[in-house]
């Protein structure tokens, strides 16, 4: 079984995007860090990064019959506004961990609702792209026991 790790709006910015905030690793390089994580585990690891709302949602819909066991996703803004995005994230009944760059509790209060969080195995927030390699470790982990 495989892992897809899905990468909402403007993440595909990283490296020159509000580095304050987001740090300082492209997405590239983030992206090769997680497949080489997982490969030395043995497992294979799909990444995909979208501006569009219904790009993200499709992708989650072909996990369904691709193989894909575990998904690590950052929803970017989405977090904040898509009941869409989530409801393919039930329908598709895959357990997913869902991980922020930046600590949105310290940020603006719009940041701190997410529609995710409540289907989520859990939640990673604050740790910069370190927090993708856990969520990642923990989807391995999962994949491993099943
Ligand atoms: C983000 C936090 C969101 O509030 C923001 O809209 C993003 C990135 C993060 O990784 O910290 O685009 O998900």
Known sequence: ??????????????????PQHYGA???????????ERARAR??????????????????IHAAREDGT?????????????SVALRDALAAVDLP????????????EPFRHHSYFSDLAVGVICGLGARGYEFALDIALDSLAAH
């Open 1 to 18: 079984s495989r892992v897809l790790v899905l990468h909402g709006p403007n993440l595909n910015l990283l490296g020159t995007r509000e």
């Open 96 to 107: 997913f961990v869902e991980v922020h760059l930046s600590n949105v509790h310290k940020r």
């Open 69 to 81: 066991g575990f998904i690590v996703i950052n929803p970017a803004a989405f977090t904040h506004t």
């Open 25 to 35: 690793d492209t997405l590239a390089g983030i992206n090769a860090r997680l497949i």
């Open 42 to 59: 043995g497992v294979a690891c799909d990444t995909f990064q979208s501006n569009a709302e219904h790009l993200l949602i499709e992708r």
